[in-house]
Each structure stands twice: as C-alpha cells, then as structure tokens.
C-alpha cells in the first residue's frame, strides 16, 4: 500500500500555521493601534483583550511548529495574491503548495479570532441582529 505524499492532516495543519500567522499579526498590529491611537480612554483594556487573542494565537501557532518538526514540515514561501494566500511548503520529502481563496481564508480568520477572544461563533456582527431576535 503506498503511503500517501501529503495527508489531508498534514495539509490541515499548514493551512492553521497560515491562518495562525496572519491572526497573530493582525492581532499585533491592533495592538499598536489602539495603544497609539489616542481615542480610548483605557486603551490598556483593550490591549489586554487583543493581547489575550495574540498570547492564545502565538501558543497555537508554537504547537503547530512543534508538530511541523515532528512530521519534517517546512513552510518556506508565502504569498498574497489578488485571489488568496499560497504557501509552498515542503512534507517528509514531498514538494507541494496550497492555496487558499481570501473569502474562506478570511472567514477562518475571523471565525479563529473571535474564538480567542472569548467571543461566540454564534455571536452577531456590529449591527447584525441576533439569530433568536432575527426569528421573530
């Protein structure tokens, strides 16, 4: 039985270290900005939060390198184009790339970063009902 090039498990955890990459430094950057901004009033609760989301980001995106050492994974290109994210990258021996649209790729995002920030999936958007209020 062959062994496959590239596991879809494998392929799961590059596109996370993509999606980890990225979360990590948007929450950075928001980071700067809301120190930098002078419109807060306490900006330093904000930055906790954002920081919390950052700090629960940079462990995740630390696991996912620990298991890209474990399973010989090396992400050495990274490119933003008009269409998505596409990373070559190189697993047990096997060359390959993956890309990723922006619509579901900032979906993912979004969905990751309210995760670590203690917000709900289910929670609605600025100005988006609720779902229990929308049904009535």
């Not at 954002?50 to 995106?61: E, M, R, W």
């Not at 050492?69 to 998505?84: E, F, L, Q």
């Amino acid at each position: 039985m062959a062994i496959p090039a590239v596991t879809s498990e494998e392929r799961a955890l590059i596109k996370s270290y993509l999606l980890l990459t990225f979360i990590h430094k948007v929450f950075e950057r928001d980071c700067r900005v809301i120190q930098e901004s002078g419109v807060f009033k306490t900006p330093q609760l904000y930055v906790e939060v954002v920081g919390n989301g950052a700090k629960q980001a940079a462990i995740l995106l630390r696991e996912v390198k620990q298991e890209f050492s474990r399973r010989t994974i090396k992400v050495y290109d990274i490119r933003k184009g008009n269409d998505g994210i596409e990373a070559r990258y190189a697993c047990r021996g096997y060359v390959g790339s993956i890309t990723i649209l922006w619509p579901s790729f900032r979906k993912e995002m979004m969905e990751r970063m309210r995760a670590y920030l203690g917000l709900h999936a289910s929670d609605p958007g600025p100005g988006q009902p609720h779902a229990a209020a929308a049904s009535h």
